[in-house]
Every structure is written in structure tokens, then in C-alpha cells.
């Protein structure tokens, strides 16, 4: 079996809204601790999603605040950790992947979806950083102190949406963020602020969960210039399972659509480019997704070796490259 490095799930969303304070076994949710295990993780970033700016106004007094809740929800895989000790393990280090690799424990790494909460203080980003997290995904649907989102409000955007950059305190964070090694993610971020963070990055950085626009024109996914700068920058684009971004209008996925995409990357930016982000957990129940969880990861090798990818190529998409970028970004 060829162990796995999945760069984004939305998890521990779930369980908390289903007051789930224990990632082992979750049955109504498509990952949980034992489902990685049967799949052969070596490492599984565990996004925090803020809650939508709609909701948070519906909400008013009663909602605790970004901060609160993202201690809350790293709480949720804090416990886990600590409950499961023998199976899984918090990663904040190149260290901390090796300690935990020669130990046989999956490596869990705690990352944020939407910058906002850092409001344009790098003092924020360093208590991000303690908190242990590793990977900040600078934008959502909507603009924050980092700069705009590539899908404004979940739609399309304007041609003069697509191309605003990073914000003068979204410039300065790369910088701070490359210090503190917490890696840059570009998934959902405009085109404009893209192309700001590879001038400025001085580390590899990554498209979590990201595909091809080549072949989906979806305002969330690469064009062939993204995709060739970040192989140049040295980094990796996480292949997303979400349906409508393999496939346009697509309402399920196929093995197929994740190997068309796969192909795309690699010929493009080359196989070192080449990542998984499955999106897990963050897609909607409704939604049908050709892999059900992380446990069917061994059968994706299987059939990308039957279509043409070698093993050495399937292992750096599984892990290898991930595991490299993890080491040169975060230290």
C-alpha cells in the first residue's frame, strides 16, 4: 500500500457542527481517524473553515468569535491526538513528521481556512503559529486582510475581480509567514493576489485543493500558467475531488475525471508538482464523489498505475512531494 499525503479536509467542521469532539470513528462523515488508517495515511491536513460572513451576521451575539472558535475546533484534533496517541499525532516540524512516521502514527497537521481572523496584525500569524498551525489558506469567498477570493460570494468574478492582488498587509505576511513556517496556500485566492504571492514568496507554496482550468473552467481552479509558476516556485497542487471542479456542471466524479486532471498537472507542471487534497467533508452530503473516503485512496493508485503513471510517479503524487514541500516550507 502507498501511504497517502492529503492536504485538505474540512472534518473537523463537521464534527463540530455534529458536537463531535473525537476524529476516530465518525461514521456520517466521509474521514475519520480509523478510515485514514485503513487507507494508509502518512499525514492528513485538518482545515478549519470560518463560518460564512452571512452567517455570522445571522448569528449576531451568539456566535463566540474566530478566535474561540478556532480553538475550539483545533481543541476537537488536540483530543483526538491525545485520546489516540498510538494511531495519530500532531505535525508541526520536519521533525515531528519523522518522529511520527518511525513511530507508525499518522501525522495530523492543523491549518486555517480564511485569513480574516488575522485582521491585519503579523501579531495574529504568530499566535496562529503556536497554536500549532502550519498551513493558512489566505482567502475564502470573500475579501479579507490578505486580499480576494477567486470565486466572490461562491460566483464568478468580474475580469477587474479576478485580477486584484494581495493587499499591502497580505504582501508583508508572505514574508512573515515564510519566517514562521507556516506554509502559503493560493486555493481560493484571485488570480491577481496568485501571481502576488509567487513574486513574493521565498518558499515553495501550495494550491491545497485545486485543479485544472484547462479542462474545468471553474474560477477555482489553475490555469496553465498557475500551475506551471508554482511547479517553478516549487510547489504542489492538491487534486480536489469536488465534482464541479473536475467537471463542469458535474453533480458526481468519476475515477476518470480525477486521472484526466492528474494527467493535465503532470504535463504541465511536471510530476514534482503533482499533490492530493480531496476535500473531504467539504463538498455537501449531497454531493457524489467517486472516492467515499480516505480508505479508498489504495484503489486510486491501483487504477492511475493501470493508466500510465509509474509507481515512482504515483508515490511522489501520493506523498513524496508533498512530504518534500512540508520539509522546505515548514521547517
Same mark, same amino acid.
Given at each position: 500500500?502507498?501511504?497517502?499525503?492529503?492536504?485538505?479536509?474540512?472534518?473537523?467542521? +463537521?464534527?463540530?457542527?455534529?458536537?463531535?469532539?473525537?476524529?476516530? %470513528?465518525?461514521?456520517?462523515?466521509?474521514?475519520?481517524?480509523?478510515?485514514?488508517?485503513?487507507?494508509?495515511?502518512?499525514? +492528513?491536513?485538518?482545515?478549519?473553515?470560518?463560518?460564512?460572513?452571512?452567517?455570522?451576521?445571522?448569528?449576531?451575539?451568539?456566535?463566540?468569535?474566530?478566535?474561540?472558535?478556532?480553538? %475550539?475546533?483545533?481543541?476537537?484534533?488536540?483530543?483526538?491526538?491525545?485520546?489516540?496517541?498510538?494511531?495519530?499525532?500532531?505535525?508541526?516540524?520536519?521533525?515531528?513528521?519523522?518522529?511520527?512516521?518511525?513511530?507508525?502514527?499518522?501525522?495530523?497537521?492543523?491549518?486555517?481556512?480564511?485569513?480574516?481572523?488575522?485582521?491585519?496584525?503579523?501579531?495574529?500569524?504568530?499566535?496562529?503559529?503556536?497554536?500549532?498551525?502550519?498551513?493558512?489558506?489566505?482567502?475564502?469567498?470573500?475579501?479579507?486582510?490578505?486580499?480576494?477570493?477567486?470565486?466572490?460570494?461562491?460566483?464568478?468574478?468580474?475580469?477587474?475581480?479576478?485580477?486584484?492582488?494581495?493587499?499591502?498587509?497580505?504582501?508583508?505576511?508572505?514574508?512573515?509567514?515564510?519566517?514562521?513556517?507556516?506554509?502559503?496556500?493560493?486555493?481560493?485566492?484571485?488570480?491577481?493576489?496568485?501571481?502576488?504571492?509567487?513574486?513574493?514568496?521565498?518558499?515553495?507554496?501550495?494550491?491545497?485543493?485545486?485543479?485544472?482550468?484547462? &479542462?474545468?473552467?471553474?474560477?477555482?481552479?489553475?490555469?496553465?500558467?498557475?500551475?506551471?509558476?508554482?511547479?517553478?516556485?516549487?510547489?504542489?497542487?492538491?487534486?480536489?475531488?469536488?465534482?464541479?471542479?473536475? %467537471?463542469?456542471?458535474?453533480?458526481?466524479?468519476?475515477?476518470?475525471?480525477?486521472?484526466?486532471?492528474?494527467?493535465?498537472?503532470?504535463? &504541465?507542471?511536471?510530476?514534482?508538482?503533482?499533490?492530493?487534497?480531496?476535500?473531504?467533508?467539504?463538498?455537501?452530503?449531497?454531493?457524489?464523489?467517486?472516492?467515499?473516503?480516505?480508505?479508498?485512496?489504495?484503489?486510486?493508485?491501483?487504477?492511475?498505475?493501470?493508466?500510465?503513471?509509474?509507481?515512482?510517479?504515483?508515490?511522489?503524487?501520493?506523498?513524496?512531494?508533498?512530504?518534500?514541500?512540508?520539509?522546505?516550507?515548514?521547517?
Amino acid at each position: 500500500m502507498i501511504p497517502f499525503i492529503d492536504l485538505h479536509c474540512d472534518t473537523l467542521t +463537521q464534527a463540530n457542527f455534529h458536537f463531535q469532539n473525537d476524529l476516530f %470513528r465518525l461514521p456520517a462523515e466521509q474521514l475519520d481517524v480509523k478510515k485514514l488508517l485503513a487507507g494508509g495515511a502518512c499525514v +492528513q491536513f485538518f482545515a478549519i473553515c470560518l463560518p460564512r460572513i452571512t452567517t455570522v451576521k445571522r448569528l449576531g451575539r451568539l456566535y463566540e468569535g474566530d478566535w474561540k472558535h478556532i480553538r %475550539r475546533l483545533a481543541g476537537i484534533l488536540h483530543h483526538t491526538c491525545a485520546l489516540h496517541e498510538d494511531s495519530i499525532a500532531l505535525c508541526e516540524s520536519a521533525a515531528d513528521l519523522e518522529k511520527n512516521r518511525s513511530l507508525g502514527k499518522i501525522s495530523a497537521v492543523l491549518t486555517i481556512e480564511d485569513g480574516r481572523q488575522i485582521d491585519g496584525d503579523v501579531r495574529r500569524l504568530v499566535r496562529c503559529h503556536a497554536l500549532g498551525v502550519r498551513l493558512i489558506t489566505l482567502t475564502w469567498n470573500y475579501p479579507n486582510c490578505f486580499g480576494w477570493p477567486n470565486s466572490p460570494g461562491g460566483k464568478n468574478p468580474s475580469e477587474e475581480e479576478r485580477m486584484k492582488g494581495l493587499t499591502e498587509f497580505g504582501k508583508e505576511a508572505i514574508w512573515k509567514m515564510n519566517r514562521l513556517g507556516i506554509l502559503i496556500d493560493v486555493s481560493h485566492l484571485s488570480d491577481g493576489g496568485f501571481f502576488d504571492v509567487a513574486r513574493l514568496s521565498q518558499k515553495p507554496f501550495v494550491a491545497s485543493h485545486s485543479n485544472c482550468r484547462a &479542462i474545468c473552467p471553474h474560477p477555482r481552479n489553475l490555469s496553465d500558467e498557475m500551475i506551471r509558476t508554482i511547479a517553478l516556485k516549487g510547489g504542489i497542487v492538491g487534486l480536489n475531488q469536488h465534482p464541479p471542479f473536475l %467537471r463542469a456542471g458535474a453533480k458526481k466524479s468519476t475515477v476518470e475525471d480525477l486521472i484526466a486532471h492528474l494527467d493535465h498537472l503532470r504535463d &504541465i507542471g511536471g510530476i514534482d508538482c503533482v499533490a492530493l487534497g480531496s476535500d473531504f467533508d467539504g463538498c455537501g452530503r449531497n454531493v457524489r464523489m467517486c472516492m467515499k473516503g480516505p480508505q479508498q485512496y489504495p484503489m486510486l493508485a491501483k487504477r492511475m498505475m493501470e493508466n500510465g503513471f509509474t509507481r515512482e510517479e504515483t508515490e511522489k503524487i501520493f506523498y513524496r512531494n508533498a512530504e518534500r514541500v512540508m520539509r522546505e516550507a515548514m521547517g
